[in-house]
Structure formats: structure tokens, C-alpha cells
T-cell receptor, first 113, second 115 residues
């Protein structure tokens, strides 16, 4: 079956620190991979995506590379800000035609000034 | 502005009562979804609809019902059969069809508390 596993949270960092949030997946076929972000009290927003192996998604200083050999899609940012505090969800879509997303459990990130 | 609206933001109901959560989108999207979010857990799919007058069960459909009479609306009813209905409910929509890479756009959510 399809599943997504994220690193356990919560994660607390100081401003300007380097961020990595690990995400690994299990899927049949060739899934698309996503990172969504949820700010307090809000719905989810798409942060970045990658639709095939070795694609790198990037947005707002965040990056993630689709690694088929390690079945991973780790989220990174070189210098985090207080405004990056949120819950981050890794997700996969089993194929470009599939309409269902499978989400990881989410990782809560807190950035201290 | 295009987007997804969910109402109300907070909802309180007594145990044993049915309650309907509203979801409206003006993005002209064909597909709509309902998810449930519990603390420390990811989102779990309740129901989804790819086209008007058609919908499918997701992973946790028991105790819920939906309708899709209009393209822009996808209300969710939480029935008294749902054993643990207190949760945060998120509605989403996406373009449907070949070539779509399935970005889902989310509403702000409704927090349901059953007393």
C-alpha cells in the first residue's frame, strides 16, 4: 500500500538555523510528492512539489528533492525565520491520474527568536 | 478572489445530533474532498467527489455522509453514528483530469466539538 512517514516532532530551532524534516514513503508505481504547510488555525497550503525522480521542488527558501533510490523527500531550509513556525505535512499522490493524497502525520516546527 | 470557504469556523453540538459542515469553492474545480485531522495525526480522507452527483468513500467514511448536487458545494454531515466526531475538518478541491498533478487547495477548516 501507499504510506508516508515523517520524523517525529515537535522540532524547535533558533532563528537562522538550518532545517531538515525527514520524509520517507512507500508506494507502488511512480508517485508525485508534496510538502504542505499549516499555519496556526488555518487550512493547509501547498509549499512545494515534485512529480518525478530527481526533481527538486522549491519555494520560499524551502527545498526538497525526490529521491527514488532512498524513497525520500526531505524538506530543507538554510536559514529559518520565526514566521516559518507551523506544522509541515509530507504527502504523496500515487499517480498523476490519482485524486487521493496520502499524508504523513505532520511535524510541528517552532522557531525561537 | 477565488478560494474555498468553510463555515462555521467553530461548531458545538450535543452528542447524538447530526451536524452538517459547509464547504463552498469558486475555483471551478471538479474534485472536492473532506479530511479529518486529529491532534498529532495526519489528515485522513473521509469522502471525495470527482464530479457532480458522484462521490466515493475515503478511508474513514463510517458515520459520515456527503452530497454533491452542485459543482461548487460539497457539504459533509457528521451523523450520530460517528463514534468520535470531535475533530478539525478540512475541505479541499482540485482540478480533475489527465495531466493534473493533484495540488489540492484547502479551506480554513471547521473545528467540531461534540459535548
Amino acid at each position: 500500500g501507499n504510506s508516508v512517514t515523517q520524523m517525529e516532532g515537535p522540532v524547535t530551532l533558533s532563528e537562522e538555523a538550518f532545517l531538515t524534516i525527514n520524509c520517507t514513503y512507500t508506494a507502488t508505481g511512480y508517485p508525485s510528492l508534496f510538502w504542505y504547510v499549516q499555519y496556526p488555525g488555518e487550512g493547509l497550503q501547498l509549499l512545494l512539489k515534485a512529480t518525478k525522480a530527481d526533481d527538486k521542488g522549491s519555494n520560499k527558501g524551502f527545498e526538497a528533492t525526490y529521491r527514488k533510490e532512498t524513497t525520500s523527500f526531505h524538506l530543507e531550509k538554510g536559514s529559518v525565520q520565526v514566521s516559518d513556525s507551523a506544522v509541515y505535512f509530507c504527502a504523496l499522490s500515487p499517480s498523476l491520474r490519482a485524486q487521493k493524497l496520502v499524508f504523513g502525520q505532520g511535524t510541528r516546527l517552532t522557531i525561537n527568536p | 478572489d477565488g478560494g474555498i470557504t468553510q463555515s462555521p469556523k467553530y461548531l458545538f453540538r450535543k452528542e447524538g445530533q447530526n451536524v452538517t459542515l459547509s464547504c463552498e469553492q469558486n475555483l471551478n474545480h471538479d474534485a472536492m474532498y473532506w479530511y479529518r485531522q486529529d491532534p498529532g495525526q495526519g489528515l485522513r480522507l473521509i469522502y471525495y467527489s470527482q464530479i457532480v452527483n458522484d462521490f466515493q468513500k475515503g478511508d474513514i467514511a463510517e458515520g459520515y455522509s456527503v452530497s454533491r448536487e452542485k459543482k461548487e458545494s460539497f457539504p459533509l454531515t457528521v451523523t450520530s453514528a460517528q463514534k468520535n466526531p470531535t475533530a478539525f475538518y478540512l475541505c479541499a478541491s482540485s482540478i480533475s483530469g489527465q495531466g493534473a498533478w493533484n495540488e489540492q487547495f484547502f479551506g480554513p477548516g471547521t473545528r467540531l466539538t461534540v459535548l
